[in-house]
């Protein structure tokens, strides 16, 4: 009872808090103000930090995305900018665009760059920039993009044009003009041109219009400076139709859009078109007049700040609370004040309990009403009567309570009717009279404990389930991955615990995939809509896998509480669905016969080949065993074939004639396989008629040919014959002219001196009439007259070796062989007045000449000097022919002049011999190596001199002989 009166005497205690005590928690107050607020101004630096990444990442993704856009559309331009076809073809209906053909070649090459690329318009304009052709009929009037397709003509350069709006229909375009041309020379010039209208709703516009993340305000825009404003170039989120019509004057620089037109990059703060406080960020967009920005209003970016702020503020109010509560707590502990005013009368179960022996102290009615006793019977009890544990456990407990400031246990407890209840129990010690006590305050638990016990069994089974489905599950938030069952650590290589936490990013092929999954997926997710995608996943070791993602979040209204994604491997079957696809695509397009057979003889599947050949339908082929489309003689063949291919799994080259649904036939030779597991057949067949037929009359033919091959054997042999006689008559004629041409010479040669022996001989008269003629006179005239003789021997010698024929190569040096065949004609050109150069010197004899061991050759010499002088004897009748052409003072002007140059090209010896007669007459420059074809008037010329020169120089010596005009006549060259 002293117990008892000690709680009473609690209950009737003043409540008064002493100063200590409120200076300590106004100290205690402060102290949790500052922490607020530096918390506060941490928390809102980070959310600041982690809009402006995210409005410069937006900002430069998209203008990365935008600049491939415009690197794929310039590949695409100059692919067709350099496609000469179409450039001859467009040049070719540019100057007769009557041409029907061409038209429609044209325009179907048009319509099929149209659609492929899904463009608004393609067409075709001239070298005045107007279009002439387009996959619009009638032709629409594109004057307004003239300055730019006659741009793209003068700089022969593709120009990309900007957005325009169409002055007809208002709708919205980029134009693209390239230049076309018909060669790949430096200097060529455009013939025309195409133009693609590019439709920017296509990809532009949903490009700028996407946002990554859920979000209210936060937008991109497009923007250049059109005059004096900055001009809008895409619709907005807050305003319609502003696309290419609303303007901003350049003087309105409080708005973040007008500063990033005149050039300022970055962040920046200020008001938009609504006149809305925003955060912007903006980057110019690379070899465009565009600046693309990323903004989001300020209110946005600052509620979560705002819900910091208000949590900071609530979070400070209840902590100065709890402090003060502490505090008075702690003095109505002390005091036990608190105790008579709401003990009896909490609603929830409450003891009082002496921590020495256990005893139960006190109870609330709500106590009484939980256990079944009443609170007098439970004065009289202990806490271990109620508690299944043991005394000892018990009372280690309450010491634990007492001694370690533990408040929390679960218990189990008896009630009054014997059943046992799951119990909370919250307690805390509090003083009387300077003795402990023990406050404990008891929640049933027991249908908690049954739910937590049944949920965990859910979670243990769940987790079953989802380490043992065939795909992989994750729960990500924030891209971040808060759990993975193992199917899916497995499927990438890690281990479960190596990838909580870790960013999605890991598993993408690369970031663009990244991005792009971020910003279509998870738009999706924000509409309450499953996302649904196939991409390329990379997993640890570096390989790539195909994946199937499904994802659904968990909130749609609030996506940072997470979604779930399950991810299907499905690499093989995208294999077989490749394999597959590429099979019946070679099996549509195939010109042979595929199809799918059963082991009964009936066909399963054809493909478009089988019916363009035997001209049934499918249908038609498929309703009946194939054998009944057999020759009835290959019958028993194919039959026959078929079961050794049951038995075999094969057919290789099978020939057989199949009926035509018109009665014609039709010899097929088949290729089959059988795939015992799936039970059918594949086979092919290519349609082998005219290769059969082809056959038969090769074979009669042959038999033909056998019969004309003895008669031909012996016409050939005579045509042989007849040949080498006219080859024999040709060399003779062409050495009969050479010896004509050296009969001249010798002439020539032979004149002077002749002329000097008759001048020596009637000297000897007149030395004798004078008496002059003495023995010193006579020695002095012989003497001069041997050495005329001796000259006119050597000439003999000369022309003689000539003509000596070649029957062996020797080595010798080429500039001396072209020496001595000038000095043979030197006199007769002389005596024509023509002047002769080797070398780029004057030439009179043999001793102008130099040998050169670098020109020196192994071949036959004399044929060699035979090619030389031939070609020099037309150059003289080429030069005095022309000079009999000339008159007055062309003639009296004209000298006649024949340059002969050797050198070292490569690892060839080069004579070129030029003349200035004239040179060749073009219609004929291609037949004067032709034998009997002669230019010179009829009864000058033979036409075998070149024709043996051109045999000598490329068969028998293996060299190279060419003709080709200069300015002032012919020049003749030879290698070798």
Known sequence: MTDSKNIQALRTNK?????????????????????????????????????????????????????QWRKERFKEAFYISNNLFRGSQIHTFLNDPATTAIKKELTTYLLMNKDAYEHKEVAVFDLK?????????????????????????????????????????????????????????????????????????????????????????????????????????????????????????????????????????????????RNVPVLTFNRRIPETPWVLISKTDLSEAYKPINRSSLNTMAFVIVAILSTGLGISLYSRNKKAAFYSSIFHELKTTAFVIDPSDGRIIDANI??????????????????????????????????????????????????????????????????????????????????????????????????????????????????????????????????????????TKRFYADNDEYMTIGLEGYAKLAEGEVYKEECLMKKRDGTFISCRLIAQAINAENLSEGSIWLLEDITERKILETEREQFFKFFVTSADLMLIADPNGAFIRTNPACTETLGYSEAELVSKPFIDFVHPDDKQATLDEMARQLRKGFTLNFENRYICKDGSLRWLSWRAAYNITEGITYATARDVTELKTMQAALHRRTLQLEDLAESLEK????????????????????????????????????????????????????????????????????????????????????????????????????????????????????????????????????????????LMVTTYKNEFEQVILNIINNAKDAIMEKRNNLQGELLYNYNGAIEVTLSKEQERTVIRIEDNGGGIPEGTMNRIFEPYFTTKPEGKGTGIGLYMAKIIIEKNIGGKLSVKNTGKGAEFTIEV
């Open 366 to 503: 709500a106590a009484s009403t939980f256990y079944g006793w009443s609170i007098e019977e439970l004065t009289k009890m202990k806490i271990s009567d109620i508690n299944t544990l043991g005394a000892d456990k018990v009372h280690e407990e309450m010491e634990s309570a007492r001694t370690q400031n533990r408040n929390y246990f679960v218990f189990q407890h008896r009630m009054a009717d014997g059943s046992v209840k799951d119990v909370e129990v919250y307690s805390g010690p509090i003083q009387t009279d300077g003795k402990t006590l023990l406050y404990s305050i008891i929640h049933d638990v027991t249908d908690r404990k049954t739910f937590e016990n049944r949920l965990a069994q859910l979670m243990h089974e769940q987790r079953i389930i989802l380490d043992n489905l065939a795909i992989g599950v994750l729960f990500a938030k924030d891209r971040k991955i808060v759990w993975a069952n193992n199917v899916l650590a497995e499927m990438f290589g890690y281990t479960e615990a190596e990838l909580i936490g870790e960013d």
């Open 715 to 854: 016409r050939v042999r005579e045509e042989v014959e007849e040949r080498r006689r006219n080859e024999h008559i040709l060399i003779q004629q062409s050495k009969m002219a050479a010896m004509g041409e050296m009969i001249g010479a010798i002439a020539h040669q032979w004149r002077q001196p002749l002329n000097v022996l008759g001048l020596l001989v009637q000297s000897i008269g007149d030395l004798y009439d004078y008496g002059e003629l003495n023995k010193q006179r006579i020695t002095e005239v012989v003497n001069k007259s041997m050495g005329q003789i001796r000259f006119m021997s050597r000439t003999i010698d000369d022309f003689r070796n000539f003509f000596s024929p070649s029957k062996d190569k020797t080595e010798f040096d080429l500039s001396l062989a072209v020496a001595d065949v000038l000095t043979l004609v030197a006199a007769q050109l002389k005596e024509h007045n023509i002047t002769t150069k080797l070398n780029g010197k004057p030439f009179v004899d043999t001793r102008d000449s130099v040998a050169c061991g670098e």
């Open 15 to 67: 409540r008064e808090l002493p100063f200590p005590l409120v200076f300590i928690f106004l100290i205690l107050s402060l102290i949790v103000i500052i922490a607020g607020y530096s918390y506060h101004n941490n928390y809102k630096k980070a959310a600041l930090d982690h809009t402006r990444a995210e409005l410069a990442s937006v900002c430069n993704l998209k203008v990365n995305d935008i600049v």
């Open 129 to 273: 920039g107007k279009v002439v052709l387009s996959t619009i009929e009638p032709v629409n009037n594109y004057d307004q993009h003239i300055e730019l397709a006659n741009k793209a003509i003068e700089t022969k350069e593709i120009i990309f044009g900007d957005l325009h709006r169409d002055e007809k229909n208002g709708e919205i375009h980029i134009g693209l003009f390239i230049p076309m041309f018909t060669s790949k020379e430096k200097n060529r010039h455009p013939i025309g041109g195409i133009m693609l209208l590019l439709d920017p709703n296509k990809f532009l516009y949903p490009l700028i219009k996407t946002w990554p993340v859920p979000s209210k305000t936060s937008e991109t825009v497009l923007l250049r400076q059109d005059g004096n404003d900055a001009l809008y170039l895409n619709d907005l989120n807050n305003m319609k139709n502003t696309a290419l019509s609303l303007r901003l004057p350049l003087t309105q620089d409080e708005v973040p859009a007008v500063q990033a037109v005149k050039g300022k990059e970055g962040f920046i703060e200020g008001v938009d078109y």
